[in-house]
């Protein structure tokens, strides 16, 4: 049986998907992912949340990184995946899109009922009084506090981080215009925690749902997989379209080791042929 026709009997089967969308979803948009095909790092891990907070070198490396890799990451749009799954939610076919990416893509694509389990890195958030403020701004206050640094060229790298390396030390990170605090991007670092309001909103889809379907994502970070883990136990049925192993591949029903793009693309030809005859 063909792949596109067993991926599509499973969403017939299945009206109230929880899709579960990795980093393999903007890839196609130009957006670098973290893992190889058995699911290890790539690259050097992202930082660590203790280490942000805790060490003023870590923010002026990470942020230096970021103010080279914004540009593009900022600019980056929603590929054919993204436009599938949004087609998907448009036919009543999704329950709720759980995305693991914090570029808001799906979001742009047209996709509605979306959680960032990670957040977004479009804002910025300040760990002193909460203030939220776009990344957008920031920007432009990292050049003006940093004129040396405007135009530096970098390798782009997975979540708006640049492949830079050097002195940081003359680095200027800006403070919190409202009270002064520690600025960092609102996203869950590796090793920080989700927010448990989020992570029970997710459950109370779950509960709601009839199936999970992952996409581009191995599955290797907990805050995901824990929710893959949780429907499986109570007898939901999983598929996955990821190229490579996954964390859950003992769980999965259905497995399609395709691009994303290329096996959801009958959903974007359904839409057409549908515009078509109306």
């Keep these: 049986m063909a792949t596109d026709t067993r991926l599509a009997e499973f969403m017939a089967a299945h009206r109230r998907l929880l899709l579960l969308t990795g980093a393999g979803c903007s890839t196609d948009s130009g957006i670098p992912d973290y893992r190889d095909a058995d699911g290890q790092w790539k690259r050097t891990p992202p930082v660590d949340y203790r280490a942000f907070m805790a060490d003023a070198a870590v923010r002026r490396r990470y942020w230096a990184r970021s103010l080279a890799g914004w540009p593009r990451f900022g600019q980056a749009r929603p590929n054919a995946t993204h436009h599938a799954l949004a087609a998907l939610e448009a036919a009543g076919g999704v329950e709720l899109l759980l995305t693991q990416n914090v570029d808001g893509l799906h979001q742009r694509a047209g996709s509605r009922s979306v959680i960032d389990l990670h957040g977004r890195l479009d804002e910025v958030r300040c760990m002193g009084c909460e203030a939220r403020s776009p990344r957008e701004a920031l920007q432009q206050r990292l050049l003006n506090a940093n004129p040396a640094w405007a ?35 609102d996203v869950v670092f590796f090793g920080e925690n989700v927010p448990r309001e989020r992570v029970a909103a997710v459950h109370a889809h779950l509960q709601r749902a009839d199936a ?48 994303c793009a290329q096996a959801l693309a009958f959903l974007l030809d359904g839409m057409r042929t549908a515009a078509k005859t109306q």
């Design 151 to 185: 135009g530096l060229q970098a390798a782009q790298a997975p979540d708006g981080d640049a492949d830079l390396e050097g002195d940081f030390s003359g680095f200027a990170v800006p403070d919190c215009t409202a009270c002064g605090g520690l600025l960092k991007p």
């Design 212 to 259: 999970v379907l992952v996409v581009g994502s191995s599955l290797m970070v907990y805050s995901g997989f824990r929710f893959v883990d949780a429907a499986a136990r109570a007898g939901l049925p999983v598929a996955a379209v990821n190229l490579g192993r996954t964390r859950a591949d003992a769980l999965l029903s259905l497995k399609i080791e395709q691009p």
